[in-house]
């Protein structure tokens, strides 16, 4: 199994470009997760989504938007990007349960926005 | 501040020594969970302890939960080179059953 991975490993977009980051999951997981992580901080929650169809803001959406079309993909867009933006995102997946379970995470992918 | 609060910030020891780390947080949990990120790497999950444990192994790891006192430790025996990496508490809020809250992290460095 190749658990979680994510498509690019690496980008650089020009400031108002747009980009979409692919993660796939192959263990059949409900949840799904994209996180950013910035130098020296831990993972901010961007947005997440608890099945095929579903998605669902966390603690930073604003600049992002996704999709899970699929159970096995999950979809994050870039409409506009900013320098801000900058930073190492992470896509996550877990089963479901009455608490969470651990996460399984991808490899990340390296976004620079000039 | 963050739900979740590692302590140190960065930890520099000599191998074959213990390693500790402390996450403290503010809400009620349902489970913490510790987590590993080598260099430029995805997080590895390390272990998961629920609210009603107060004390779990694995391997050369011990992970100590005082709800009370609304912290967590996590203790790596005979630290190895290869165990160089930066360690994040995560707490699962006891009002989601998906969402984690991530610490911002222990550097933790164990020289040869």
Not at chain 1, 30 to 52: A, C, F, K, N, T
Request: with cysteine.
């Amino acid at each position: 199994n190749a658990g979680v991975t994510q498509t690019p490993k690496f980008r650089v977009l020009k400031t108002g470009q747009s980009m979409t980051l692919l993660c796939a999951q192959d263990m059949n997981h409900e949840y799904m997760y994209w996180y950013r992580q910035d130098p020296g901080m831990g993972l901010r929650l961007i947005h997440y989504s608890v099945g095929e169809g579903t998605t669902a803001k966390g603690e930073v959406p604003d600049g992002y938007n996704v999709s899970r079309l699929k159970k096995q993909n999950f979809l994050l867009g870039l409409e506009s990007a900013a320098p801000s933006q900058t930073s190492v995102y992470f896509c996550a997946s877990s089963p479901p349960g009455l608490a969470p379970h651990e996460q399984f995470f991808g490899p990340g992918t390296r976004l620079t926005v000039l | 501040s963050q739900q979740g609060e590692e302590d140190p910030q960065a930890l520099s020891i000599q191998e074959g020594e213990n390693a500790t780390m402390n996450c403290s947080y503010k809400t009620s949990i349902n489970n913490l969970q510790w987590y590993r990120q080598n260099s430029g790497r995805g997080l590895v999950h390390l272990i998961l302890i629920r609210s009603n444990e107060r004390e779990k192994h694995s391997g050369r790891l011990r992970v100590t939960l005082d709800t009370s006192k609304k912290s967590s430790s996590l203790l790596i025996t005979a630290s190895r080179a290869a165990d160089t990496a930066s360690y994040f508490c995560a707490t699962a809020l006891s009002d989601s059953s998906y969402k984690l809250i991530f610490g911002s992290g222990t550097r933790l460095l164990v020289r040869p």
